[in-house]
């Protein structure tokens, strides 16, 4: 199937966040490694990425701070919003 990352490209945008501003480079995707087609295993594990990160927009601005392996669902670091419990930020 079609990479639903990518588009089928084999390329993405990342932003990259340093003192106060974004710039977006081109890199080859990480989903299907820059191929432009992922099986139905790589979907399951592209869904399940996309399904972690918070949407709600954290309206209270409060978060829960893990350490690295304390929630093995996401194994590293990472902040997680206090109102939909889904993660804000990694690294």
């Known amino acids: 199937m079609i990479c639903p990352r990518c588009k089928g490209c084999g390329q993405m945008d ?8 974004v710039t977006t480079v081109k890199i080859r ?14 979907y399951q594990m592209y869904r399940q990425e996309v399904e972690m990160w918070c ?17 093995e669902a996401i194994g590293m670091h990472h902040y997680k919003c206090r109102d939909c419990g889904k993660v804000i930020q990694t690294g």
């Open 55 to 71: 949407r709600c927009g954290n309206p209270s601005g409060e978060v829960d701070y893990f350490e690295d392996g304390q929630d």
């Open 29 to 42: 995707c990480i989903t299907c490694d820059g191929d432009g087609e992922i099986d139905h295993h790589r």
């Open 14 to 21: 990342l932003g990259v966040h340093e003192g106060g501003s």
